[in-house]
Structures are given as structure tokens and as C-alpha cells.
């Protein structure tokens, strides 16, 4: 039987654009002597430099293969896909990681993340010692929640995967529900008046007791953020956030199902097909790969509401089977024989 003693502990640290994760981040593992650490950090597009941040520290705790990126999105609504691989080849690792640390990214809903720990893949090897929400100090004081709106609107833009578009505003309050310690950051830059106003607008989103820890240039003690040993996956029912009502219905309200397809000639003809099946209003959401005749690489399609994409994202493996296979996600009751036939047209 797995006791939670030989479950690697992992600690999510969740925050917008800008806040200081990768500073903070950064300094923990600076200051966390004689913990051999991993990080994955989950950031896209343009947005990559965090991963190459973190890798240039040159630390023997954390060493360069130790910085896993997954850039295909954010890491909530990505999880089957990049998350779970992620964590085993992080978890295959000699010698073994001691803790490992995941930066989301700055739309990224902590929930969805957490309660992936629950699944059977990952259950007996992992478990969630707490998670850890960076605040901007200076941009809450000025009565916002993020000090970069349009940044985080340029993140949202560029984002394809992303399958929640909520306001900043309840995100934030998603992030703080879930959160077990608040990093208030940038503090050096708030007199105790504008500190003050910041914490009351933490306080206004906060539905539990949760310490609120000042930083300046993202240090913190990581004796106070690592080995909480909460079990957070354990809880996370009892975090409520504006998404709970989604999630509840998610596997009510939905039907998913499989097509496989034939190797394709062209990508523009296979992203014609998805966009004519996504056009019929019945589909939220489709995800997959193709082989593309006469291609050594892995076509991956996506579509999320009217948004449909595809690129090359990896060569196919020796032993790989090169196949097409879509997953569709569709309201209750979706006419999936009409979308099988509107993809395979």
C-alpha cells in the first residue's frame, strides 16, 4: 500500500502575469538546501522565457532536465495531454526529486489542476502539499488585480487551448479560493496605507482563513511554502469557486466520443472539415492528432468554440501507430453521427 510518505509532494504556485512566480520560484530554489527539486513551468507563445529562467540557474539541486515546460496552453485546460507526461518523466528521474514545483500559467485555474491528482495515474505518486497564490502587491493597492491587463488579455488571445474565458476579476477569486498561503509581492514598493488597501482586497475575496506573507523581489523563507503537507487533493471540494457549477455538470451535461480518421493529404482540408463540424453549433470543443501523408511529424488539431488550429508538434515515435483520432466534446444528446460525417466528408 502507498502511504502519502512515498508520494512526491508538489506545490502548485498560481498567479497572474507579472506577479513574481518565476522570481519567487527562483529564490526557493536557492534557498531549499539539500532539496533536489523539479519544476514544471506552463507557459506559451511568446511567453516562454520563465522555463529559461528558471533553467540558467546553474543549482546541483535542480538541475537543467529538472525545468520541464509545457508550452501547448494552459495547464487547466491542457492537463490529460501535457500535465500527466510531464510528471512521469519527471517521476522516472535517478536520483529522485524531492518536491516539485508548478508555475502556472497566469490564467490558469488552480482546481482543475489540483483535482487531476485524484485520477489513478497519478494518485499514488503525487499529492499536493499546498498551493501558493502570487498577488501584486503595488496593482492591488490601485484597486486592479493584475498590474498588466493587456498582457493578460494578449495571454487569453494567443492561448488556443484555453477553455474557460472568464472575467480577470473571477479568476482571481478562483486563484485565491484555492490558495493556502498568499505571497503578497512587491511589497517594498507599498507604503503601510497602500499595504493595508491591498490586503482588504485580498481579504474581500477570501471565504476562509488564509495567511497573507509580504515579499519583496520574490523572497520568502521556503520553510514557510514547502512541506505543508496538506493533501490539498483531498480538500478541494470544500474550496468553492465560480467554476464549481461547470465542473459539477461536467460529465452530465456532456458527451464525448471518438473518430478515427484516415490519414490526411493536406492540413488545410482536415481544419475544413473540423471547421464545418464546429460550425454546427453542437460542438464545444475538439482536440486530436492527424497523420498527414508523406509527414514525419504529428499534425495536432484544436478547436475551442469557433477558434480552430493545428500545428506540427512532434515527430511520430518508432512503434507509434500513425493514426488520425479526434476527440469530440459536445453538449448532451450532440447528433454524432451527422459531426462523424462532417469530419470524415
Known sequence: MTTSFDRVPCTVVTGFLGAGKTTLIRNVLEGAHGKRLAIIVNEFGDAGIDGEVLKSCGLDNCPEENVLELANGCICCTVADDFVPALDQILAREPKVDHILIETSGLALPKPLVQAFQWPAIKNRVTVDGVIAVVDGPALADGQVAADMDALDAQRAADDSLDHDDPIEEVFDDQVACADLIVLSKNDLLDEEAAGRARARIAG????????????????????????GLAVEDDIENRKTHHDDAHDHEHDDFDTFVVDLPSVLRPEDLEARVNAAVETGEVLRLKGFAHVKGKPMRLQVQAVGPRVSHHYDRPWKAGEAAETRLVVIGLKGIDRARIESLLSA
Open 205 to 228: 475575496h477570501l471565504s476562509r482563513n488564509v495567511q497573507i506573507v509580504p515579499s519583496a523581489h520574490g523572497k520568502v523563507d521556503p520553510a514557510l511554502l514547502l512541506g505543508l
